[in-house]
C-alpha cells in the first residue's frame, strides 16, 4: 500500500519556467512533509518541509504547498534551472502513537529542465 | 559538522552469500533509518532504530536485519543474498525526537551476481 504517491515519474519544463511537483497522501495522520532532491550515485538532499498546520513555506526559488484536505502537496521552483534537474522525492511524517517518527517516500519525479 | 557516512560506497557479491553495510549518523542524532532504492520503486523504508532499539519495520524479509550500537552507528545485514536484493541502500539520520528533516548519506550500491 503506497501511502505516497508521486504519480508523474517524468517533468520536463523550460529553463526559466516554474516547476511544479506533485504528491498524494492517503494517511490522514501525517503531520510533517518534506521534499528531496537527489542526482545519480548521491543520497537525497532536503530541500524543504512543511509542518500541517501551515499551508504554504517558502525558501529562496522553492515553494511547499499544503491541501489537507485534499491530501495533496506540491512543490513549485521559481525559475527554474538546468542544476534542478534531478529526481526530486516527496516524504511524509507522523508522530505515531508509540512517538516515534517514521518518514514514508514517494517513487519520485524526474525533473529535466531544458536549457 | 560531518554528515552521515556510509561504507563501503560499491559492493559486489554472489548470491547466497551475506553482507554488512554501515552508516555513522551525524553527531547527535539518535535516529538511523535504512532505504532500499531501486528503479521505479522510490525509497523502500527497511527500519529505524533509535537508541539501540529498532522503533519501526518495513514490510521486507527476515533475511534483512539491522542493529544500532551505543555511538549511534548502525549496521544492516543482509543475508542469503538473491539477485534481486541489488539496489542503493541508503540511510538517514535525524534526531529521531522530533518533526525535523532527516539526512541522507551517499549510499552502498549493491550487486549481488
Known amino acids: 500500500d503506497q501511502q505516497v504517491k508521486q504519480n508523474s515519474p517524468s517533468l520536463s519544463v523550460q529553463e526559466g519556467r516554474i516547476s511544479i511537483l506533485n504528491c498524494d497522501y492517503t494517511?490522514?495522520?501525517?503531520?510533517?512533509f518534506l521534499w528531496y532532491k537527489k542526482y545519480p550515485a548521491e543520497g537525497p538532499t532536503f530541500l524543504i518541509s512543511?509542518?500541517?498546520?501551515?499551508d504554504k513555506n517558502e525558501d529562496g526559488r522553492f515553494t511547499v504547498f499544503l491541501n489537507k484536505s485534499a491530501k495533496h502537496l506540491s512543490l513549485h521552483i521559481v525559475p527554474s534551472q538546468p542544476g534542478d534537474s534531478a529526481v526530486y522525492f516527496c516524504?511524509?511524517?507522523?508522530?505515531?502513537?508509540?512517538?516515534?517518527?517514521?518518514?514514508?517516500f514517494g517513487t519520485g519525479t524526474r525533473l529535466k529542465v531544458l536549457a | 559538522k560531518a554528515g552521515v557516512t556510509q561504507t563501503p560506497r560499491y559492493l559486489i557479491k554472489t548470491r547466497g552469500q551475506q553482507v554488512t553495510l554501515s552508516c555513522s549518523p551525524i553527531?547527535?542524532?539518535?535516529?538511523v533509518s535504512w532505504y532500499q532504492q531501486t528503479p521505479g520503486q522510490g525509497l523502500q523504508f527497511l527500519f529505524e532504530?533509535?537508541?539501540?532499539?529498532?522503533?519501526n519495520k518495513g514490510n521486507f524479509p527476515g533475511r534483512f536485519s539491522g542493529r544500532q550500537f551505543s555511538n549511534s552507528r548502525s549496521e544492516m545485514n543482509v543475508s542469503t543474498l538473491e539477485l534481486g536484493d541489488s539496489a542503493l541502500y541508503l540511510c538517514?539520520?535525524?534526531?529521531?525526537?522530533?518533526?525535523?528533516?532527516?539526512?541522507f548519506g551517499q549510499g552502498t550500491r549493491l550487486t549481488v551476481v
Open positions: 538517514a539520520s535525524s534526531f529521531g525526537n522530533m518533526n525535523t528533516e532527516a539526512f
Open positions: 494517511n490522514s495522520m501525517f503531520d510533517y
Open positions: 512543511i509542518s500541517s498546520i501551515k
Open positions: 516524504a511524509a511524517s507522523t508522530n505515531n502513537d508509540s512517538g516515534t517518527y517514521k518518514y514514508i
Open positions: 553527531s547527535g542524532h539518535r535516529s
Open positions: 532504530y533509535f537508541s539501540e532499539t529498532q522503533r
